[in-house]
């Protein structure tokens, strides 16, 4: 029996992409491209935000999270917050000339925040979570008269 046809068949098979059982083998699914939350948004680099900040550059600071996770958690000094459930309906509050650094716990909800104002017109906006702005020993300020879980840095 001569060998040569049978390796070759093989050879054909892989080739086609087929098992040596005839059936075809399942293809590797694409690889994923990278995905960024907002087209237009970008993710905050807290270092970057603190320089800015430091430097006293006009930025718009928006904390998406609610009342009690400021109390809990601290929020950055001079922060406006509009809890993303009420975000819609207070745009009117954030202005469109400044530069935006929307954030929440650690990101989330930010990046949601960023997609609906990037959809009602706003640009430069970055968004990120203040996790990352603590873990840096960054300080943040608490509600007045409250108190907190954790000692402000």
């Known amino acids: 029996?001569?060998?040569?046809?049978?390796?070759?068949?093989?050879?054909?098979l892989l080739a086609l992409g087929c098992s040596?059982?005839?059936?075809?083998?399942?293809?590797?699914?694409?690889?994923?491209?990278?995905?960024?939350?907002?087209?237009?948004?970008?993710?905050?680099?807290?270092?970057?935000?603190k320089k800015q900040l430091d430097a006293g550059e006009d930025v718009f600071l928006l904390d998406v999270r609610t009342p009690p996770e400021l109390v809990e958690h601290g929020s950055i000094a001079d922060s406006v917050?509009?809890?993303?459930?009420?975000?819609?309906a207070r745009l009117a509050e954030v202005p469109k000339d400044r530069p935006l650094v929307v954030y929440c716990m650690r990101g989330g909800r930010a990046?949601?925040?960023?997609?609906?104002?990037?959809?009602?017109?706003?640009?430069?906006?970055k968004y990120g979570g203040i996790t990352a702005w603590k873990e840096k020993g960054?300080?943040?300020v608490y509600p007045e008269g409250k108190t907190a879980s954790e000692p402000a840095n």
């Open 20 to 49: 040596p059982s005839g059936t075809p083998e399942a293809a590797s699914p694409p690889a994923e491209p990278a995905q960024t939350a907002v087209a237009g948004s970008e993710e905050l680099d807290v270092d970057l935000l």
């Open 111 to 125: 990046s949601r925040a960023s997609e609906l104002l990037e959809q009602n017109g706003y640009s430069d906006i």
């Open 1 to 12: 029996m001569n060998m040569k046809i049978p390796l070759l068949s093989l050879a054909a």
């Open 81 to 88: 917050n509009i809890p993303i459930d009420e975000l819609e």
């Open 138 to 140: 960054y300080p943040v």
